[in-house]
């Protein structure tokens, strides 16, 4: 009776497959998901933020305003709207304008005598996903408004020339795709056995299962093979996608990346496969996967906030969470081209934090049936 | 109120708070995302790691290098004599690499061309427009230090952030979060509750016991409308209490549009419910909604800057519409105009989508 059995372990693994094609609604949820994050990522975010709605109060009407405007407008990032009767501050209000400039009518004057004309910026500080951008745009705005109003430009002494390494036009969704397969590893993977197994604790057909020949161990792997394949079909179609749709370059090793992908895949199947031990129950489980797997992998990975830049207790934590390993080395691989020796430190991380996660979800398991 | 249905709307409170887990989970949860969204989320690049390459005796280069230091957006990395700063770069030591000219700055800045170079990883294409950004205000900052300001620029902005001016990411997210928050548990909750009694077999005696399809619908619904505005009360106060987040506006217009999202999210849990066979058909069900909603909704990424067709399936999404709402009503003290159009869209849907849910839990009844 002792020592791990394939052919049982493969007969759980048939018969959860045959779950799972039984149910074309799950499998079809399951591969629709990565379908549409892949799309909506790719397809409607776009970070530079456009057509940003700029009320303008032009009390000067002078050469010098018409230029200024004009450096908004063709920013491509301002679309200049006239301001109601109510002026621009009650567009602001009704939100329809995001930001408002003000000109002073001695605004051309000043600029032509030489000095220093002043003109008042607002922006509407409610929208976090707008404020930002526009914040970031006003010191480019200020240099070619600078440019094209002063008499003579300013020679700077010095300056600094940069080049952008491994993304050089700044695209985005280069960015942000390769790093959803950990959005779908960790949505997928950790969902999906934790509910499953959880129903399984929930009608009783555990006990079954358990009374039968059948070794926990080979029970815990029949039933997850099938839905880590499933998770890696997941993130092979947003490999496609990324690859053909939206040329995300692909630098590295597949094969690395692959074992990347394993190592991850491991460390959510065993998470899910824990939270479902210890709740038992599906909708219980469900919560409790969402808050330790669905969100960090969104939130706390480096998937779009920046890990470096949070406080530093939470620098730490992130770094028990294996979702942030696995953003930098699938972002290492597929656009820096990075090898095992460079990604060692991820790479180590992982492994121990994947065998950990088993070797945690194994053994709950098993001190559950005694 | 009838007897038999608040009754049954009290027995399905109990059952969903009787778990420890669940109770923890439904209103602990929301302050730990919330916790982590205002103090760990902000979308400001801090400790960007800088390695500069210097030629030795060049003090000017020097003096801009630690202005860089000085700014607090940059933290020092060091780099070893004749090390190949590409490779810093690629193994992720450094994000930035500041190059002094070969002759020197002070050498080459005399002669009107000081030509630094600064490599920037940019496989995080936002933190690399930041750097960018970043080092040329600090190296024109710098340049006038050092040679004296030329001239003074003719224009300046005088920037006013309106609602909320220190631009803390709490004031930001907060709104948004309690949207989000709420409509991701509504929405999973009814939807796998309801489903689960299918699972188990125990809607069928619900279904034989003494209520009309109405009492059915609004017993298994209205606790967890209850839930949802309780959540977001919860997350008002712990917004308000922990990060001081205001609420500028009268608090019935939050509470309404509190409401009229909260009736759409349960509806749409329950339409889901009537066509998922198990819980976990009812959770990807449920992601399927959620996903796309909290992405057009606004509370990321900007409605406006996304293509056209986005933008109209956005006009279906009721959590947009809420976002814009709590937006005003909190952080800018509340605009009749923005007020009616979108409360008025909203209670909309929610009529229809209430309609909706009803028809297709009667057909599932019988």
């Given at each position: 009776?002792?020592g791990?059995?394939?052919?049982?372990?493969?007969?759980?693994a048939?018969?959860?497959?045959?779950?799972?094609?039984?149910?074309?609604?799950?499998?079809?949820?399951?591969?629709?998901?990565?379908?549409?994050?892949?799309?909506?990522?790719g397809?409607?975010i776009?970070?530079?933020?456009?057509?940003?709605?700029?009320?303008?109060?032009?009390?000067?009407?002078?050469p010098?305003?018409?230029?200024?405007?004009?450096?908004?407008s063709?920013?491509?990032?301002?679309?200049?709207?006239e301001?109601?009767?109510?002026?621009?501050?009650?567009m602001?209000?009704?939100?329809?304008?995001?930001?408002?400039?003000?000109?002073?009518?001695d605004?051309?004057?000043?600029?032509?005598?030489?000095?220093?004309?002043?003109?008042?910026?607002?922006?509407d500080?409610s929208?976090?996903?707008?404020?930002?951008?526009?914040?970031?745009?006003?010191?480019?705005i200020?240099?070619?408004?600078?440019?094209?109003?002063?008499?003579?430009?300013?020679?700077?002494?010095?300056?600094a020339?940069?080049?952008?390494?491994?993304n050089?036009?700044?695209?985005s969704?280069?960015?942000?795709?390769?790093?959803?397969?950990?959005?779908?590893?960790?949505?997928?993977?950790?969902?999906?056995?934790?509910?499953?197994?959880?129903?399984?604790?929930?009608?009783?057909?555990m006990?079954?299962?358990?009374?039968?020949?059948?070794?926990?161990?080979?029970?815990?792997?029949?039933?997850l093979?099938?839905?880590?394949?499933?998770?890696?079909?997941g993130?092979?179609?947003?490999?496609l996608?990324?690859?053909?749709?939206?040329?995300?370059?692909?630098?590295?090793?597949?094969?690395?990346?692959?074992a990347?992908?394993?190592?991850?895949v491991?460390?959510?199947?065993?998470?899910?496969?824990?939270?479902?031990?210890?709740?038992?129950?599906?909708q219980?489980?469900?919560?409790?996967?969402?808050?330790?797997?669905?969100?960090?992998?969104?939130l706390?990975?480096?998937?779009?906030?920046?890990?470096?830049?949070?406080?530093?207790?939470?620098?730490?934590?992130?770094m028990?969470?294996?979702?942030?390993w696995?953003?930098?080395?699938?972002?290492?691989?597929?656009?820096?081209?990075?090898?095992?020796?460079?990604?060692?430190v991820?790479?180590?991380?992982?492994?121990?934090?994947?065998?950990?996660?088993?070797?945690?979800a194994?053994?709950?398991?098993k001190?559950?049936?005694? | 109120?009838?007897?038999t249905?608040?009754?049954?709307?009290?027995?399905?409170?109990?059952?969903?708070?009787?778990?420890?887990?669940?109770?923890?989970?439904?209103?602990?949860?929301?302050?730990?995302?919330?916790?982590?969204?205002?103090?760990?989320?902000?979308?400001?690049?801090?400790?960007?790691?800088?390695?500069v390459?210097?030629?030795?005796?060049?003090?000017v280069?020097?003096?801009?290098?630690?202005s860089?230091?000085?700014?607090?957006?940059?933290?020092?990395?060091?780099?070893?004599?004749?090390?190949?700063?590409?490779?810093l770069i690629?193994?992720?030591?450094a994000?930035?690499?500041l190059?002094?000219?070969?002759e020197?700055?002070?050498?080459?800045?005399?002669r009107?061309?000081?030509?630094?170079?600064?490599?920037?990883?940019?496989?995080n294409?936002?933190?690399?427009?930041?750097?960018?950004?970043y080092s040329?205000?600090?190296?024109?900052?710098a340049?006038?230090?050092?040679?004296?300001?030329r001239?003074e620029?003719?224009?300046?902005?005088?920037?006013?952030?309106?609602?909320?001016?220190?631009?803390e990411?709490?004031?930001?997210?907060?709104?948004?979060?309690?949207?989000?928050?709420?409509?991701?548990?509504?929405?999973?909750?009814?939807?796998?509750?309801?489903?689960?009694?299918?699972?188990?077999?125990?809607?069928?005696?619900?279904?034989s016991?003494?209520l009309?399809?109405?009492?059915?619908?609004?017993?298994?619904?209205?606790?967890?409308?209850?839930?949802g505005?309780?959540?977001?009360?919860?997350?008002?106060?712990a917004?308000?209490?922990?990060?001081?987040?205001?609420?500028?506006?009268?608090?019935?217009?939050?509470?309404?549009?509190?409401?009229?999202l909260?009736?759409?999210?349960v509806?749409?849990?329950?339409?889901?419910?009537?066509?998922?066979?198990?819980?976990?058909?009812?959770?990807l069900?449920g992601?399927?909604?959620?996903?796309?909603a909290?992405?057009?909704s606004?509370?990321?990424y900007?409605?406006?800057n996304?293509?056209k067709?986005?933008?109209a399936?956005?006009?279906?999404?009721?959590?947009?519409?809420?976002?814009?709402?709590?937006?005003n009503?909190?952080?800018?003290?509340?605009?009749?105009?923005?007020?009616?159009?979108?409360?008025?869209?909203?209670?909309?849907?929610?009529?229809?989508?209430?309609?909706?849910a009803?028809?297709?839990?009667?057909?599932?009844?019988?």
């Amino acid at each position: 009776m002792n020592g791990f059995n394939f052919h049982r372990a493969y007969s759980i693994a048939r018969k959860e497959v045959m779950h799972i094609l039984r149910d074309p609604f799950t499998l079809t949820l399951a591969l629709g998901l990565p379908v549409m994050l892949v799309t909506f990522f790719g397809y409607a975010i776009d970070y530079e933020v456009r057509n940003i709605r700029l009320a303008v109060s032009d009390r000067d009407n002078g050469p010098a305003a018409r230029r200024l405007k004009e450096v908004f407008s063709s920013s491509g990032y301002f679309r200049l709207v006239e301001p109601g009767p109510a002026g621009p501050v009650e567009m602001l209000d009704s939100g329809r304008a995001a930001a408002a400039v003000f000109i002073e009518p001695d605004f051309s004057k000043k600029i032509k005598g030489g000095g220093q004309a002043q003109a008042q910026f607002v922006l509407d500080g409610s929208d976090n996903s707008k404020a930002a951008a526009i914040t970031g745009y006003l010191p480019g705005i200020q240099r070619a408004a600078q440019a094209k109003l002063a008499a003579q430009t300013i020679k700077e002494p010095f300056s600094a020339e940069t080049r952008f390494l491994y993304n050089p036009e700044l695209n985005s969704r280069w960015f942000i795709v390769p790093g959803l397969a950990a959005i779908i590893i960790g949505l997928l993977a950790i969902l999906l056995t934790a509910l499953n197994v959880a129903r399984e604790w929930e009608n009783g057909s555990m006990e079954l299962l358990l009374s039968t020949p059948v070794r926990p161990l080979e029970i815990i792997t029949g039933k997850l093979a099938p839905y880590g394949a499933l998770v890696l079909a997941g993130v092979f179609f947003v490999y496609l996608v990324s690859r053909l749709v939206f040329g995300v370059p692909f630098e590295g090793s597949h094969l690395l990346y692959l074992a990347a992908c394993l190592l991850f895949v491991t460390a959510a199947l065993s998470q899910g496969l824990l939270i479902s031990v210890i709740t038992r129950q599906q909708q219980v489980a469900m919560q409790f996967s969402m808050i330790t797997g669905l969100l960090p992998s969104m939130l706390l990975s480096g998937f779009i906030f920046p890990v470096e830049s949070m406080p530093a207790f939470f620098q730490y934590l992130t770094m028990l969470l294996p979702p942030r390993w696995f953003m930098a080395a699938a972002r290492g691989i597929t656009l820096k081209g990075a090898d095992l020796a460079e990604l060692a430190v991820p790479f180590l991380a992982l492994g121990l934090l994947s065998a950990g996660m088993l070797a945690l979800a194994i053994k709950k398991f098993k001190t559950d049936l005694e | 109120m009838n007897r038999t249905l608040t009754a049954f709307i009290k027995k399905e409170l109990t059952q969903t708070l009787r778990d420890v887990r669940m109770r923890a989970l439904l209103f602990g949860a929301p302050i730990i995302q919330l916790t982590i969204f205002g103090l760990a989320l902000s979308t400001e690049i801090k400790n960007i790691k800088l390695a500069v390459v210097s030629q030795p005796g060049d003090a000017v280069f020097g003096r801009v290098a630690d202005s860089f230091y000085a700014s607090g957006w940059f933290v020092r990395v060091g780099c070893a004599p004749g090390e190949d700063p590409y490779e810093l770069i690629a193994s992720g030591r450094a994000d930035a690499v500041l190059l002094a000219p070969k002759e020197g700055l002070a050498r080459s800045a005399e002669r009107g061309d000081g030509k630094m170079q600064l490599l920037v990883d940019a496989s995080n294409s936002t933190k690399a427009r930041a750097v960018e950004a970043y080092s040329k205000n600090i190296i024109a900052a710098a340049a006038a230090r050092e040679y004296g300001a030329r001239g003074e620029p003719a224009l300046k902005f005088d920037v006013r952030v309106l609602y909320n001016p220190a631009m803390e990411s709490s004031m930001f997210l907060v709104p948004g979060v309690m949207g989000m928050l709420v409509c991701l548990i509504t929405i999973i909750l009814t939807a796998m509750s309801l489903t689960r009694e299918k699972e188990m077999g125990t809607f069928e005696t619900i279904v034989s016991a003494p209520l009309s399809d109405a009492e059915v619908l609004l017993g298994k619904t209205v606790p967890y409308i209850l839930l949802g505005l309780a959540d977001a009360a919860l997350v008002v106060l712990a917004g308000y209490l922990i990060f001081g987040v205001p609420v500028r506006g009268p608090l019935w217009q939050l509470a309404l549009a509190a409401l009229a999202l909260v009736v759409n999210t349960v509806s749409i849990g329950t339409f889901i419910s009537t066509v998922a066979r198990n819980q976990q058909q009812a959770m990807l069900g449920g992601f399927m909604f959620l996903f796309p909603a909290i992405l057009m909704s606004g509370i990321m990424y900007p409605v406006e800057n996304m293509p056209k067709a986005v933008i109209a399936a956005a006009y279906l999404d009721p959590l947009m519409y809420f976002v814009r709402l709590i937006r005003n009503i909190m952080l800018k003290g509340g605009d009749a105009y923005v007020l009616w159009t979108n409360l008025g869209a909203l209670a909309l849907m929610a009529v229809f989508a209430a309609g909706l849910a009803y028809k297709r839990f009667r057909q599932t009844l019988n």
